[in-house]
T-cell receptor, first 113, second 112 residues
Framework: AQSVTQPDIHITVSEGASLELRCNYS??????LFWYVQSPGQGLQLLLK??????LVQGIKGFEAEFKRSQSSFNLRKPSVHWSDAAEYFC???????????FGTGTRLTIIP | KAGVTQTPRYLIKTRGQQVTLSCSPI?????VSWYQQTPGQGLQFLFE???????NKGNFPGRFSGRQFSNSRSEMNVSTLELGDSALYLC???????????FGQGTRLTVV
């Protein structure tokens, strides 16, 4: 069965600092990987996705993620965070032809001035 | 184009009642999935519909059901509500085979 682990429940970073959110997955085949962001009381917004090809993917809002098969990881990065990035971030795994997504438990990001 | 629309945004129900939530997908999207989000269990997959047929189902009791109409709009129903059903229910739509899901803002259900 597929699973996703986000080891960091809560991360606090200073505005302007770099950010890396960790995600590890367990999946038998080549996974489809996603990062979503959720503001309080809102739905999920897709930041970026990896299906195949270049292992470094660019997303919206200046985010990027790198797929590392050998480490079963898909970490999210941003070189310089903004106060508006404060939210909860979810990593998810899916597979082609199956719309079911399996989500990690999320990482809550707090930005301090 | 319009995003995924979920109605209502907020609901308060009493234990034992039933509730129906609605989801209108993005135009052209024929797959609709439902997720339950709670602080304790996180985001859990309920079920997915395509062409009015349930294609996938998560590990939820039979009190949770859904359907999809010919215009791809979907409803989910929860019968005999329990306190533990209090959650944010999220609907997502996608083109078949795309796997890129677009989420609505959710329906916040509170069972008292």
């Amino acid at each position: 069965a597929q699973s996703v682990t986000q080891p960091d429940i809560h991360i606090t970073v200073s505005e302007g600092a770099s950010l890396e959110l960790r995600c590890n997955y367990s999946y038998g085949a080549t996974p489809y990987l996603f990062w979503y962001v959720q503001s309080p009381g809102q739905g999920l917004q897709l930041l970026l996705k990896y299906f195949s090809g270049d292992t470094l993917v660019q997303g919206i809002k200046g985010f990027e993620a790198e797929f590392k098969r050998s480490q079963s990881s898909f970490n999210l990065r941003k070189p310089s965070v903004h106060w508006s990035d404060a939210a909860e971030y979810f990593c998810a795994v899916g597979n082609f032809g199956n719309e079911k997504l399996t989500f990690g438990t999320g990482t809550r990001l707090t930005i301090i001035p | 184009k319009a995003g995924v629309t979920q109605t209502p945004r907020y609901l308060i129900k009493t234990r034992g009642q039933q509730v129906t939530l609605s989801c209108s997908p993005i135009s052209g999207h024929r797959s609709v999935s439902w997720y339950q989000q709670t602080p304790g269990q996180g985001l859990q997959f309920l079920f997915e519909y395509f062409s009015e047929t349930q294609r996938n189902k998560g590990n939820f009791p039979g009190r949770f059901s859904g359907r999809q109409f010919s215009n791809s709009r979907s409803e989910m129903n929860v019968s005999t509500l329990e306190l533990g059903d209090s959650a944010l229910y999220l609907c997502a739509s996608s083109k078949l085979g795309d796997t890129e899901a677009f989420f609505g803002q959710g329906t916040r259900l509170t069972v008292v």
